[in-house]
């Protein structure tokens, strides 16, 4: 960052000079970067691309976008999160949305944390895997410490029943079921593959160069596909019903908090897992943790 605003300090005289026209452009490579900064009348706009390798091309793909328009200045960073690899300007403002997180899942009912419509639930054996790989932030104040983040992920999540039944598609409606007589149900559980596309509005402070703490707080799309009830049948595992009713849509609360790059999270569905009138009424939570990259 620091170079960028070296090179900006370098380029804006010349930008100055040619402020009658309608729009001037320079571009500057240093130590591999490609620095664009265009200037329209009172607006400078600074784009900062690397270059990056695709089989036996080299591409140039953009980083950093900064827009600077009457001494204020809003930023845009366009990042891909490697696992394993540091974040290189610790003094920037480093987005917790990237990264890998495992938790538990449960179902409730009528919008409260009670009883799921009469539904058991194995709740130690109801869990989900998550993995975001791509993050992006807006930063909102000048001292870093707000910002607007967002991610893309895919993942997966499974509700383990606690009993002899499992969810079915009985004349258009799903229902929790029984198992028929002579045929027993181990291990029946509801399961599903999900994207999730979080926005969220994230506060972190650094504490003595460490850190940071962060909080972050917003709201999660987030599309269900591969929707399956599932469950071993006399000890054959065997696809009970598909589908079921279930929206593939929906729109998540999304809560997390943490230090450094280990934190906690919490999500809660707005609308029912099933169909209004076609499946039981019943909200998707879960918590867990993460590992930010």
Same mark, same amino acid.
């Given at each position: ?25 320079? +571009? ?28 036996? +091309? ?15 200045? +809003? ?81 997966? +999540? ?136």
């Amino acid at each position: 960052m620091k170079k960028i605003i070296f090179i900006l300090a370098l380029l804006l005289p010349v930008a100055v000079s040619a402020q009658e026209a309608t729009e001037t452009e320079n +571009t500057v490579f240093v130590n591999g970067q490609k620095i664009v900064v265009k200037r329209t009348d009172n607006k400078i706009k600074v784009k900062v691309y690397e270059e990056v390798a695709q089989g036996d +091309t080299i591409e140039n793909a953009q980083v950093f976008e900064g827009v600077y328009l009457n001494g204020q200045s +809003t930023e845009q960073r366009f990042t891909i999160a490697v696992p394993f690899v540091k974040k290189k300007n610790k003094y920037s403002f480093e987005p917790h949305a990237a990264g890998l997180y495992l938790g538990y899942s449960s179902l409730y009912g009528n919008r409260s944390f009670g009883d799921a419509n009469n539904l058991s639930l194995n709740a130690s054996r109801s869990w989900e895997i998550g993995i975001n790989l791509f993050e992006g932030s807006l930063a909102l104040t000048r001292d870093r410490h707000w910002a607007i983040t967002t991610a893309l992920g895919w993942g997966y +999540t499974s509700y383990r029943l606690d009993s002899n039944s499992a969810f079915q598609e009985i004349d258009g409606v799903t229902v929790n079921v029984p198992a028929p007589d002579g045929a027993t149900f181990d291990k029946s559980r509801l399961r599903y593959n999900f994207l999730r596309l979080p926005i969220a509005i994230e506060w972190q402070q650094r504490v003595n160069g460490h850190g940071p703490i962060f909080l972050s707080a917003g709201a999660e799309v987030e599309w269900r596909y591969g929707i399956k009830s599932k469950a071993k049948v006399n000890g054959d595992s065997k696809t009970i019903d598909s589908g079921l009713n279930a929206r593939p849509l929906g729109i998540n609360l999304l809560v997390q908090g943490g230090f450094s790059n280990i934190g906690a999270y919490a999500r809660y569905a707005t609308s029912s897992m099933f169909e209004k009138n076609k499946g039981p009424e019943l909200y998707p939570f879960s918590f867990g943790i993460f590992w930010y990259w």
